[in-house]
């Protein structure tokens, strides 16, 4: 989802549940897209990423889902362990051809054993 | 192997002063980015470099801030006359470049606090 200012998105799971976390991105015009995940005093890390001809790509226990009708994306995290506890940030490229990316704000995952 | 890193870590300047923080990119990476990351905020893009082509300055906020890539590997932001809506979080990240140029690697940051 998105935010204003310090208010970011939050979502709470038990340990062995699923998450699912939404991004809605804004240039109709990207065709590329990106999830990371940063963990409090490190730099964004690589999640998955999936271009605009698919709708589904799976990675080991995350799947991403695009929906360009509705300029959509979501994070699915099968299993959530503590360790995915972090800030989750979607990214498009704005139909660039180089890595200049936007961001989004957001959103804060944690994780309860 | 070695990742992207940064320095300082932690930077805390007077308003008006003028900071220099450095980026050292992966090895052989041949795309570098300058981000900036204000508090509970998404990532921010300053600036970019490819090889030896002018740099994509469009992010850069005003003509305080200004960036630099030697030999095409350590780069340099500098800001100038630091104003305190300047602090943040600084992110640096390189990417191998061609088919890959998405791939980015984030060094650490370095937050830059302003008095």
């Known amino acids: 989802g998105e935010s204003v200012g310090l208010h970011l998105p939050t979502l709470s799971v038990q340990e062995g549940d699923n998450s699912i976390i939404n991004c809605a991105y804004s240039?109709?015009?990207?065709?590329?897209f990106i999830w990371y995940k940063q963990e409090s005093g490190k730099g964004p890390q690589f999640i998955i990423d999936?271009?605009?001809?698919?709708d589904k790509r799976q990675g080991q226990r995350v799947t991403v889902l695009l929906n360009k009708t509705v300029k959509h994306l979501s994070l699915q995290i099968a299993a959530t362990q503590p360790g995915d506890s972090a800030v989750y940030f979607c990214?498009?490229?704005?139909?660039?051809?180089?890595?200049?990316?936007?961001f989004g704000q957001g959103t804060i995952l944690t994780v309860h054993p | 192997g070695a990742g992207v890193s940064q320095s300082p870590s932690n930077k805390v300047t007077e308003k008006g002063k003028d900071v220099e923080l450095r980026c050292d990119p992966i090895?052989?990476?041949?795309?570098l980015y300058w981000y900036r990351q204000s508090l509970g905020q998404g990532l921010e893009f300053l600036i970019y470099?490819?090889?030896?082509?002018?740099?994509?300055k469009s992010g850069l906020p005003s003509d305080r801030f200004s960036a630099e890539r030697t030999g095409g590997s350590v780069s340099t932001l500098t800001i100038q006359r630091t104003q305190q809506e300047d602090s943040a979080v600084y992110l640096c990240?390189?990417?191998?470049?061609?088919?890959?140029?998405?791939?980015?690697?984030f060094g650490p940051g370095t937050r830059l606090t302003v008095t």
């Open positions: 990240a390189s990417s191998p470049g061609g088919g890959r140029t998405y791939e980015q690697y």
């Open positions: 240039n109709s015009a990207s065709d590329y």
């Open positions: 999936i271009r605009s001809n698919m």
């Open positions: 990214a498009e490229n704005g139909g660039t051809s180089y890595g200049k990316l936007t």
């Open positions: 090895s052989g990476h041949t795309a």
């Open positions: 470099f490819q090889g030896n082509s002018a740099p994509d």
